[in-house]
T-cell receptor, first 112, second 113 residues
Framework: EPEVTQTPSHQVTQMGQEVILRCVPI?????FYWYRQILGQKVEFLVS????????KSEIFDDQFSVERPDGSNFTLKIRSTKLEDSAMYFC??????????FGDGTRLSIL | DQQVKQNSPSLSVQEGRISILNCDYT??????FLWYKKYPAEGPTFLISISSIKDKNEDGRFTVFLNKSAKHLSLHIVPSQPGDSAVYFCAASEKGGSEKLVFGKGTKLTVNP
């Protein structure tokens, strides 16, 4: 069964550094999402992406965050200057019309 | 902002019995509801969904019930198996599911052999 693939599984970064989280959505899916889960808290929406542009973003998704679909297969989340509070599990999801969102296994981001 | 609430952080049942997980929501615009299952170190895995035009959807051992007037849904697992032990998330969406998912905090289900 097709899967959403995320790399790396664990990323450790110094505060203030830039980090890029990578995702390969399921082929032929049209809608792409990033969510995050801070330890002990809910899974929360960050951003959705459709037709090569952001369709919705949450309050969390400020100017430090950006997303890109550089080559038609990858979908990346960049955090420009990481803060301690960015430490979380980051999940990528993709979806086709009239289907549920499928999630990757996540990237655990640890900011030191 | 607690648009989707799962009030039971944990549930323990015996193998073979029924597991009932509950979820409440406050946003009347939600029209599509999903249950995801999550094992440690893995992402949420889709389990079952229901549209607001239905009040029940069944898939094998899993049944989801929706009570729109009460803004309540539940997931029934029968019979429960030890492999069902996981965290179960309720999620809701507007516009038939193409919008963002709003998650509950999850219920950790333990099925004892």
């Amino acid at each position: 069964e097709p899967e959403v693939t995320q790399t790396p599984s664990h990323q450790v970064t110094q505060m203030g550094q830039e980090v890029i989280l990578r995702c390969v959505p399921i082929s032929n899916h049209l809608y792409f999402y990033w969510y995050r889960q801070i330890l002990g808290q809910k899974v929360e929406f960050l951003v959705s992406f459709y037709n090569n542009e952001i369709s919705e973003k949450s309050e969390i998704f400020d100017d430090q965050f950006s997303v890109e679909r550089p080559d038609g297969s990858n979908f990346t989340l960049k955090i420009r200057s990481t803060k301690l509070e960015d430490s979380a599990m980051y999940f990528c999801a993709s979806m086709d019309d009239n289907q549920p969102q499928h999630f990757g296994d996540g990237t655990r981001l640890s900011i030191l | 902002d607690q648009q989707v609430k799962q009030n039971s952080p944990s549930l323990s049942v015996q193998e073979g019995r029924i597991s009932i997980l509950n979820c409440d929501y406050t946003n009347s615009m939600f029209d599509y509801f999903l249950w995801y299952k999550k094992y440690p170190a893995e992402g949420p895995t889709f389990l079952i969904s229901i549209s607001s035009i239905k009040d029940k959807n069944e898939d094998g051992r899993f049944t989801v019930f929706l009570n729109k007037s009460a803004k309540h849904l539940s997931l029934h697992i029968v019979p429960s198996q030890p492999g069902d032990s996981a965290v179960y998330f309720c999620a809701a969406s507007e516009k038939g599911g193409s919008e963002k998912l709003v998650f509950g905090k999850g219920t950790k289900l333990t099925v004892n052999p």
